[in-house]
């Protein structure tokens, strides 16, 4: 049975800090990307992080560069996303998503239909 279980949400003042976790159970998780998406209350879900759990390339969306950080422990078949200095946009529903890498070697980070698998979600809450 495919598990993905995230954690770690809650809710912290603009500039502070989140770790996500995303712990994952029931498929080889080494041949995926794990990806991070957010889903704002009447916006579209959006790719955040992708990382290729077998090699460790990494993906992010534009507004996170420079703040968010995905990264793996493959031996806890576990995703983080470190996020830093924090704003009230970043508030949202997180989801942790597993799928294939694409045929040219990339995580999917804008097509969350790629994605097999997701878990239940953590809300992220930001206030200024």
């Known amino acids: 049975q495919v598990q993905l279980v995230e954690s770690g949400g809650g809710s912290v003042q603009a500039g502070g800090s989140l770790r996500l976790s995303c712990a994952a159970s029931g498929f080889i998780y080494s041949s995926n990307c794990m990806g991070w998406f957010r889903q704002a209350p009447g916006k579209e879900r959006e790719g955040v992080a992708a990382?290729?759990?077998?090699?460790?390339?990494?993906f992010y969306t534009d507004s996170v560069k420079g703040r968010f950080t995905i990264s793996r422990d493959n031996g806890k078949n576990t995703v983080y996303l470190q996020m830093n200095s924090l704003r009230p946009e970043d508030t949202a529903m997180y989801y942790c998503?597993?799928?294939?890498?694409?045929?040219?070697?990339?995580?999917?980070?804008?097509?969350?239909?790629?994605?097999?698998?997701w878990g239940q979600g953590t809300q992220v809450t930001i206030s200024s």
């Open positions: 998503a597993a799928g294939p890498r694409s045929t040219g070697g990339f995580c999917y980070l804008y097509r969350s239909d790629k994605y097999n698998y």
């Open positions: 990382i290729y759990a077998g090699g460790g390339s990494t």
